[in-house]
């Protein structure tokens, strides 16, 4: 039994020590561009290369300007992004697509020079992020105070984290939003899950998705109090960058998405079914296989949850697990940076060790746990495929969370059974 303990610990060591080898040398690099200067905007060989923060950066000195209401002009964004990166200069839009109510809410961060909005942004929603899944996993998972550190750490270390903190985006963001929801869910708190899901919305595909279990558990409280605030953000956006930004919003998304003078979409590298479909089609049919996806992803939710409901409550914390992971590989626009959004799949851990997984009983389970376990350092694994082609890890990564929504969708039909079979027994 000693050594058998021994065994574990070497395992889990040598597991985290890699997890770690690869986040610290990834921050090292992180961090040395930042003091360049080249990590925000670089330029090599007359290639300019920006980060995505500088987008989120803009939206309120736009929005806040003369040029309000011609937000989603491609030369108005063109002319505030040159003006941001100078002395560098680029002659295609990187193109701002975020929804309407988002360029007044990020006003904070154009009263300050772009590296401390940068790090103010980064520090802020890394510390929300984990804050979040922290009050979830400790409602709902079970898991002692150092294995619930060792999924914050496998989290913030995972390949995810650091592509969030490199392109300047708001994972961290979404996963706060996220994990809100869930734990008012959870907790039966529908106002705060009704706020949290319109909020949500500034990526708008995610809240349809986890609109649907309040649809059909029945929970219309939640729906109500999401229209309310959303109506609440679309007033403030109307009145901030004007009412023709906010209706024509869904039409410019569409065209954006496949229009080959913008810059920024990157549809090779996105970890979801319009991902998969650019690799063999064009982009415009991508984005409507993509769209297809998602509409048939939203059916398979609303089935999900159907079945949800018509048995015990234990079934629901995979529910919420498949729900995220239809929600990413269904999406019509989803990059790895938003796989964030995994870490509350640790909610069905009985134990944060690759070698505790190895001994549980049920296969499935056992496979499943191994799978989420692992993933901080298999996200960082699949990059070994990059010398093959710049799209190949990012097919690895839609393949990796495919594999884990069919070892989900087993171990939740397998509860699902359990449940039927006592129901049957108890008549």
């Not at 309040?214 to 109500?224: D, H, T």
């Not at 629901?316 to 796989?339: G, K, M, N, Q, W």
Request: proline residues 4%; aromatic residues 12%; contains cysteine.
């Amino acid at each position: 039994m000693h050594r058998q303990s021994l065994l574990d610990a070497a395992v889990n060591a040598v597991y985290l020590a890699l997890i770690l080898l690869l986040f610290f040398t990834s921050l090292q690099q992180i961090t040395e561009l930042f003091v360049s200067g080249k990590l925000l905007v670089s330029v090599q060989r007359g290639y300019v290369t920006c980060s995505d923060f500088i987008l989120f950066y803009l939206d309120s000195k736009i929005a806040f300007s003369a040029d309000a209401h011609h937000i989603y002009d491609p030369l108005v964004q063109l002319k505030w992004f040159n003006a941001a990166i100078a002395p560098a200069h680029i002659n295609q839009p990187f193109f701002n697509q975020h929804v309407p109510f988002i360029f007044a809410l990020w006003r904070p961060l154009s009263c300050m020079p772009l590296e401390m909005a940068y790090l103010l942004s980064s520090g802020l929603s890394l510390a929300c992020g984990l804050g979040a899944l922290l009050l979830l996993l400790r409602k709902e998972s079970g898991l002692s105070l150092l294995q619930l550190f060792l999924v914050l750490l496998g989290s913030a270390a995972s390949f995810p984290a650091i592509v969030n903190l490199r392109a300047g985006q708001q994972g961290w963001l979404v996963l706060t939003l996220l994990c809100l929801y869930l734990w008012s869910w959870l907790s039966r708190r529908d106002l705060v899950a009704g706020a949290t899901l319109a909020l949500l919305s500034f990526k708008p595909h995610y809240t349809l998705f986890f609109a649907i279990p309040a649809l059909a558990c029945k929970r219309y409280r939640i729906l109500v109090a999401a229209a309310i605030v959303e109506l609440v953000l679309l007033t403030a956006a109307g009145a901030t960058v004007g009412w023709e930004n906010v209706f024509s919003y869904p039409a410019m998304l569409l065209h954006a998405e496949a229009a080959p003078e913008f810059l920024g979409v990157h549809a090779n590298k996105m970890v979801c079914a319009r991902g998969l479909a650019s690799l063999v089609m064009p982009d415009w049919w991508a984005v409507r296989v993509g769209i297809a996806a998602m509409l048939a992803g939203l059916v398979a939710t609303f089935w999900l949850w159907a079945k949800t409901t018509r048995s015990a409550s234990a079934d629901t914390r995979f529910a919420i697990c498949l729900t995220v992971l239809l929600c990413l590989l269904a999406s019509p626009h989803t990059h790895s940076y938003d796989l964030l959004m995994l870490a509350p799949l640790a909610i069905t851990l009985q134990v944060v060790s690759l070698a505790g997984v190895a001994r549980l009983e049920r296969g499935c389970h056992r496979i499943w746990c191994l799978l989420v376990t692992s993933y901080p350092l298999t996200s960082w694994l699949v990059l070994a495929a990059l010398p093959i082609a710049i799209w190949a890890p990012f097919l690895l990564m839609f393949i990796l969370n495919a594999a884990l929504f069919v070892a989900g969708f087993v171990c939740w039909q397998q509860s699902l059974s359990v449940s039927t079979h006592q129901s049957d027994r108890s008549v």
